[in-house]
């Protein structure tokens, strides 16, 4: 059962322009929902994170939708560049449980 | 600055081979983790451990084990190599509970290929 469902699986934009990726979850406990940025070659790194308590949450050019009653979130990435293009992972966690389930990935291609 | 370094990038193993892949920290983080990562399915997680000598299973345990002998080091151990465990490993680290960000910090990978 995938607790955390992420679309689309890719994603290409031109340059300047908003990048939207989706998540939703089925287990009303996840009270902690991140994203994770990846580049070619490296490991994911924290991006931004959310918890349900909020709406939403801006860091710079990234901003985290939260819709509590539809379990769903989403990035939005503003004035999108070339060096955003990248695989983005959605996840989401309980408590101070350990484990993070984590979305299938986007790959978001940004076109100079 | 937070570091995760994990033994090898790129791993060849045929068939049956016993294969260790080694992580180690230098942040004192109590949470480690192993994960697979295929391409359109994501982050799966093998296995976490959440202090020295202890471990649970995550989603994908089969045909793996892990060691935690000591805090810094996590070893993920492929007891005998098959074709359908060819991927890219991760292995991630994390504070204790409480920290508000509940941030984990990952390894560049090891990507493996069972022959």
């Given amino acids: ?112 | 600055d937070v570091k995760v370094t994990q033994s090898s990038r790129y791993l060849v193993k045929r068939t049956g081979e016993k294969v260790f892949l080694e992580c180690v920290q230098d942040m004192d983080h109590e949470n480690m983790f192993w994960y697979r990562q295929d391409p359109g399915l994501g982050l799966r997680l093998i296995y976490f451990s959440y202090d020295v000598k202890m471990k649970e299973k995550g989603d994908i345990p089969e045909g793996y084990s892990v060691s935690r002998e000591k805090k810094e080091r996590f070893s993920l151990i492929l007891e005998s190599a098959s074709t359908n465990q060819t991927s890219m490993y991760l292995c991630a680290s994390r504070p204790p509970g409480g920290v508000p960000t509940y941030e984990q910090y990952f390894g560049p990978g090891t990507r493996l290929t069972v022959t």
């Fill in chain 1, 1 to 112: 059962q995938q607790q955390v469902k992420q679309s689309p699986q890719s994603l290409i934009v031109q340059k300047g322009g908003i990048s939207i990726i989706n998540c939703a979850y089925e287990n009303t406990a996840f009270d902690y929902f991140p994203w994770y940025q990846q580049f070619p070659g490296k490991g994911p790194a924290l991006l931004i994170a959310i918890r349900p308590d909020v709406s939403e949450k801006k860091e710079g050019r990234f901003t985290i939708s939260f819709n509590k009653s539809a379990k769903q979130f989403s990035l939005h990435i503003m004035d999108s560049q070339p060096g955003d293009s990248a695989t983005y992972f959605c996840a989401a966690s309980k408590g101070s449980n350990y484990k993070l389930t984590f979305g299938k990935g986007t790959l978001l291609t940004v076109n100079p």
